[in-house]
Each structure stands twice: as C-alpha cells, then as structure tokens.
C-alpha cells in the first residue's frame, strides 16, 4: 500500500468514522514543502469537557472555559497545549506543554521532561499524556511524538514511549490521539504514531480535519503553519462553542 492510500484510509478509518479518538495531534511538512504543520483538536462527552474553546496569541495555544461558572474541574481541561521557543514548537494534551516547554529552555529534552510525569489520573480512563515537539534549532530538523499511559498490569504505573521517525514526505505528518474509540473505560490509543494526510493550506487541513471529527463530540481545534526554521506563520482555530 503506498503512503498517500495509507494515509487517506487512517484518516477515514480512526477519525472520520471514530465516534471518539479523543484529544489529538498531528506535525506534517506542509505539502508544497515549505515549513510545517501542527495540528491539535479536543473532543469531549461530559459537560465539563465541552465547556471549553481554544484561544490564541503569538505562538501560544490554550483551552479555556466557554463559562466560566460552570467548570467542575480545571486540573486537566485548562492548559497550554502549543508552546515555542527558538526554533522549537511543542504541541500537547495537558500541561505537560509547560513541562517541556520549561526543559527546552533550561537546555534540556523533551523525554527527560516527560520522565517526570505520568499518565492523567482519571481513572477509570486514564487518558493517555500525548506529546509533539518540532526541533529546527539544528542543521537537520527533528520530530519527536511521545505518549505517557497507563500500564495494563497496573495502571497505577505509567508506560512511555517515545518516537522519532523520519521525517515525512510533504503533505504527510504524524498523529497520536487518546483514544482509539469509544468506550467505558475508554480504550487508550495503541502501537505507533499514524500517518495521516496534511493537504492544501492551513485553511484546507482545518476544514479537512475539522469535518471529520464526529459533529457531536468535536469541540475545538487549531492549525498552526510554522517555517522550515519553526518561525510562526499562522495560528488558526475553529471552537464549536463561544
């Protein structure tokens, strides 16, 4: 199977027709091949986890509460979830954005960053801590996706991986999501990040995406293009509810 079909039916297959992939990320070269894309979209069931849009500034991405009086608890819904510093773009699920964020600029790396935090303690769920970091501070750009779950013997003790593939080809990236679908408990994501298609502008990748995710669950999502340097270009974002 080539990569463009490979692609095109993950998308299908673990967004379009997934009720509930969760929270997720995508990094993808953009497909005229001139800089970057990053990708990251929330999805919620329960009131509080609706309660939410996306708001940005300069580089930075963060969730906040559509109404304010109505939050029950902010500890996993109000964060960062795209950061940067020189040359580096971070994308995450949580507050470990400013984990990372912090490591990066104390000269550090994200897995050592991550190695000090675990899974969400949500139980029964425990989603999944889902992680992207773009590195063009060298001469060869670097992606990095990482995920913190729970362990399936004992979920009391976290699982990390981290990954770091070769690059993409343009209008390709990589994602991880939460979940791999519905479910009591949800059933955390599993095996290696998934390729999935990055085509056309920013406009088009957010109005790709933006329509896949399930009408019902979708509740907020963002496109940031960055350069070949990981320089801002533009942040877009699409909340269902404001």
Do not use: C
């Not at 079909?5 to 091949?33: C, M, Q, W």
């Not at 970091?133 to 779950?149: P, S, T």
């Not at 408990?185 to 056309?200: E, S």
């Amino acid at each position: 199977m080539d990569a463009a079909r490979k692609a095109s039916e993950t998308f299908e297959h673990h967004l379009a027709e997934n009720p509930y992939p969760g929270r997720g990320l995508v990094i993808g070269r953009r497909e005229d091949g001139k800089g970057w894309l990053l990708v990251y979209f929330i999805m919620g069931r329960s009131p509080n986890s609706r309660n939410r849009l996306f708001r940005a500034e300069g580089d930075r991405l963060w969730t906040e509460p559509v109404d304010a009086s109505k939050v029950e608890d902010p500890s996993l819904i109000i964060y960062d979830a795209m950061l940067a510093s020189p040359g580096v773009q971070i994308v995450s699920n949580g507050d470990q954005t400013q984990t990372v964020f912090d490591a990066i600029q104390a000269g550090g790396r994200m897995p050592s960053a991550l190695a000090t935090r675990e899974r969400e303690p949500d139980a029964p769920n425990f989603t999944p801590r889902i992680t992207g970091l773009l590195d063009a501070r060298g001469d060869a750009v670097g992606l990095e996706l990482a995920i913190l779950k729970a362990n399936v013997i004992d979920p009391a003790l976290t699982d990390r991986f981290v990954f770091r593939p070769a690059l993409p080809a343009p209008g390709f990236g990589y994602g991880l999501t939460t979940y791999m679908g519905d479910g009591s408990p949800l059933p955390a994501f599993a095996g290696d990040p998934v390729l999935l298609p990055v085509l056309g502008s920013p406009e088009a990748v957010l109005e790709a995406y933006w329509g896949a995710l399930d009408a019902a669950n979708r509740i907020s999502l963002a496109v940031k293009a960055v350069g070949d340097d990981a320089s801002l270009e533009a942040l877009l974002i699409r909340n269902a509810y404001e």
